[in-house]
């Protein structure tokens, strides 16, 4: 039972992480976590311990940790090495995916421009990792698909920012309305292509968004 709760509590932090629920540099401490879920400290710490072990988290002292703070170097970092998994995950996925699978990518593709439309950021992170995520999934490569989503399990919560510039919500949804169209398709090196300019785009201004910080800093 209680190796049941913390793997639950596991991978609820965890979605939360990747959907970018939470902020860089926002502490969690065990003891707050425990209330919130009913739960003893125990199971809390533990899944705390197992996102700290993968780079999601970063311990701290007095029993917390934190998401950890991102930097322009550790974007960059992170950004250069998603930029070649995703789009090979991307090419690979094509071919091997079903009608079910199309469906589920066209409903997170509404379910974005929606999120925009009505300004829902929740929403629209919840939408957007659904379908990179989803869709990375059917790449065939277990080893890729683990790869992928460690490095978004670091750079999640920074998606966060992507709703700070109201001109930039325009084009949210683009690269992937033209990601999906060559998906459905079967263009495996279009949709790739489309997938990286995603990536290229919102990179271009998320560091520049970094710059900022570090320039008010």
């Known amino acids: 039972m209680a190796d049941n709760l913390q793997e639950q509590l596991y991978q609820q932090i965890r979605e939360g992480l990747l959907a970018g629920r939470f902020q860089p540099g926002q502490r969690l401490k065990i003891r707050d976590l425990a209330g919130e879920w009913g739960t003893s ?10 996102l700290v072990a993968e780079g999601a988290l970063e311990g701290e002292p007095q029993r917390s ?8 170097e550790r974007y960059q970092n992170i950004f250069q090495v998603r930029l070649g998994l995703e789009g090979l995950a991307v090419e690979l996925a094509t071919p091997n995916l079903s009608a079910a699978d199309l469906a589920t990518l066209r409903d997170c593709v509404a379910r974005m421009d929606v999120a925009i439309e009505q300004r829902e950021v929740q929403a629209y992170l919840d939408a957007n990792s659904q379908f990179h995520l989803h869709l990375y999934g059917a790449c065939g490569n277990p080893v ?7 490095l ?30 060559a998906i459905e398709a079967g263009d495996a090196k279009a949709a790739r292509a489309a997938m990286e300019q995603d990536l290229l785009y919102f990179a271009r201004y998320l560091l520049s968004l970094l710059d900022l910080e570090q320039g008010a800093r």
Do not use: K
């Open 41 to 50: 400290p125990m199971p809390v710490r533990a899944a705390l311990q197992r």
């Open 65 to 72: 940790v934190r998401v950890p703070p991102m930097t322009r």
């Open 152 to 181: 978004w399990l670091q750079i999640g919560p920074f998606f966060n920012r992507l709703f700070t510039g109201a001109d930039l919500s325009l084009r949210l949804n683009d690269f992937h309305e033209e990601a999906f169209a």
């Open 144 to 150: 890729l698909l683990r790869s992928i989503e460690s």
